[in-house]
């Protein structure tokens, strides 16, 4: 398996993600519950190949911390300064 990149939009009640695999390709899409089942489940369907981004609301520190165990990495980013980025041109 190919290294992969999940981000996830965090919500009060629950996660909504995509997957996609180096070249940007979607993998897969979906959603679970903010309750620590749901969230578990996800988490160790995650492996070392896969890198995660997490948008820092309110209540993301205890999702992190269910997801770093598993993920190739983590990364906290603002979709706002992203989408800024994005846009930049580099010379």
């Known amino acids: 398996m190919s290294e992969s990149y999940v981000g996830i939009d965090v919500h009060k009640k629950r996660c909504v993600y995509t997957e996609i695999d180096p070249t940007g390709k979607v993998v897969?899409?979906?959603?679970?519950?903010?309750?620590?089942?749901?969230?578990?489940?996800?988490?160790?369907?995650?492996?070392?190949?896969?890198h995660v981004v997490l948008?820092?609301?309110?209540?993301?520190?205890w999702l992190l911390d269910q997801f770093e165990p598993y993920a190739g990495s983590m990364h906290v980013a603002t979709p706002a300064y992203c989408h800024l980025r994005l846009e930049t041109r580099s010379k």
């Open 28 to 50: 897969k899409q979906g959603r679970f519950d903010n309750i620590f089942e749901e969230v578990s489940t996800f988490a160790s369907r995650l492996t070392s190949k896969v």
């Open 55 to 61: 948008e820092p609301v309110l209540n993301y520190l």
